[in-house]
C-alpha cells in the first residue's frame, strides 16, 4: 500500500498558511473599499451570504482493515488470492452549496466523488477502490464582513463505497446459491466482480470562503474558498454483491482529514441582521 502524501498535520499547515494569505487579501480589499464612495449603501456589516460552488480537494479511505482480505498472510503464498494492497490517498471532486436560514444559522448540502486508484499485480490482478457520497450541512456563520464567511460546521451523510476486482484470466466466481462471504468473492472474482458498500459518515470542519466583488454596489460575485475538515464514519460498513448479503466485510470508509477548494457563485441581500 502507497503512504499517504498528505499526512493530517501538513494538511493543517498548509490550511493555515492558506486562511492567513486569504484574510490579508480580503482585510486589505475590504479596506480600500470602505475608502471609496459607495452610492446608496454604507459599510454597515451584512449578513452571511449564501454560495454555490465546485470543489476539489483530498480524501482519505480506512483501508486498514480491507488489505489483510487481499494479502492473506494466513495462507500459503500459492493459495493467496493475488491482489496487490489498496492505497488509502485520494483526490475528490463535487458540488455544493449553502444558505442563512435565521440569523448567522446556515443549512447546506453537498455531494462529492472520489477514486483512490487501482493497483495491478503481476499475476494479472487488478482491483480499484472509489466512494460518493452526500452530506447535509449545519453552519454558523461566526465572522462576516463584505468579503468573508468564516464559518464552523458539522455534516451529517450517507455513502457508497465500490470494490472492483478484476482477473485477467477470468476463473470461477461465488455460486449464487446463498450469500457469499467477502473473502470467497476475492478468492473466486472471476473476469470481474463489484463489490459495493454501504457506510454513514460525520465531518466537523471550518470553510473560509472569500467573495470577489467587482464593485461597491454589487451584491453577487465569484466566491473563493477552502475547507478543513475532519472525516469520521462510526458505524460498520454493510457490503452487497449482486444484490445480495455480503458476511464479513470489513470496514471501511472515509477517515481522517481533508483539504478542498472551493470555486462558485456568492452573494448576498441587503436588510438581514447580522
Known amino acids: 500500500?502507497?503512504?499517504?502524501?498528505?499526512?493530517?498535520?501538513?494538511?493543517?499547515?498548509?490550511?493555515?498558511?492558506?486562511?492567513?494569505?486569504?484574510?490579508?487579501?480580503?482585510?486589505?480589499?475590504?479596506?480600500?473599499?470602505?475608502?471609496?464612495?459607495?452610492?446608496?449603501?454604507?459599510?454597515?456589516?451584512?449578513?452571511?451570504?449564501?454560495?454555490?460552488?465546485?470543489?476539489?480537494?483530498?480524501?482519505?479511505?480506512?483501508?486498514?482493515?480491507?488489505?489483510?482480505?487481499?494479502?492473506?498472510?494466513?495462507?500459503?503464498?500459492?493459495?493467496?488470492?493475488?491482489?496487490?494492497?489498496?492505497?488509502?490517498?485520494?483526490?475528490?471532486?463535487?458540488?455544493?452549496?449553502?444558505?442563512?436560514?435565521?440569523?448567522?444559522?446556515l443549512l447546506g448540502g453537498e455531494w462529492n466523488s472520489a477514486n483512490m486508484g487501482e493497483e495491478s499485480s503481476p499475476t494479472g490482478k487488478t482491483n480499484a477502490i472509489s466512494t460518493r457520497y452526500w452530506m447535509g450541512t449545519l453552519g454558523f456563520a461566526a465572522w462576516t464582513n463584505w468579503r468573508i464567511?468564516?464559518?464552523?460546521?458539522?455534516?451529517?451523510?450517507?455513502?457508497?463505497?465500490?470494490?472492483?476486482?478484476?482477473?485477467?484470466?477470468?476463473?470461477?466466481?461465488?455460486?449464487?446459491?446463498?450469500?457469499?462471504?467477502?473473502?470467497?468473492?476475492?478468492?473466486?472474482?472471476?473476469?470481474?466482480?463489484?463489490?459495493?458498500?454501504?457506510?454513514?459518515?460525520v465531518q466537523p470542519g471550518v470553510a473560509v470562503d472569500f467573495l470577489v466583488l467587482n464593485q461597491d454596489s454589487q451584491t453577487l460575485g465569484l466566491t473563493l474558498g477552502l475547507r478543513l475538515s475532519s472525516v469520521l464514519s462510526p458505524n460498520r460498513t454493510s457490503w452487497t454483491y449482486q444484490g445480495r448479503e455480503v458476511f464479513g466485510g470489513p470496514d471501511t470508509g472515509p477517515v481522517g482529514g481533508s483539504i478542498k477548494v472551493i470555486l462558485g457563485v456568492a452573494g448576498f441581500r441587503m436588510g438581514g441582521s447580522r
Open 1 to 105: 500500500m502507497r503512504a499517504s502524501p498528505l499526512s493530517y498535520p501538513t494538511v493543517v499547515s498548509s490550511f493555515a498558511r492558506l486562511l492567513v494569505a486569504v484574510a490579508t487579501v480580503a482585510t486589505v480589499a475590504d479596506a480600500q473599499a470602505g475608502t471609496s464612495q459607495a452610492v446608496g449603501r454604507s459599510r454597515a456589516p451584512i449578513p452571511p451570504f449564501s454560495a454555490f460552488w465546485v470543489s476539489t480537494g483530498t480524501l482519505l479511505m480506512d483501508v486498514n482493515r480491507l488489505n489483510p482480505h487481499f494479502e492473506r498472510l494466513d495462507l500459503a503464498q500459492a493459495d493467496r488470492p493475488g491482489f496487490y494492497t489498496l492505497s488509502n490517498d485520494g483526490y475528490s471532486v463535487g458540488i455544493g452549496g449553502y444558505g442563512p436560514v435565521t440569523g448567522r444559522i
Open 149 to 201: 464567511n468564516v464559518i464552523p460546521f458539522a455534516g451529517v451523510g450517507l455513502g457508497k463505497v465500490k470494490l472492483t476486482l478484476r482477473s485477467r484470466d477470468g476463473g470461477a466466481t461465488v455460486p449464487g446459491t446463498q450469500d457469499p462471504t467477502f473473502d470467497e468473492i476475492i478468492m473466486s472474482p472471476g473476469s470481474s466482480s463489484v463489490i459495493d458498500g454501504s457506510y454513514v459518515m
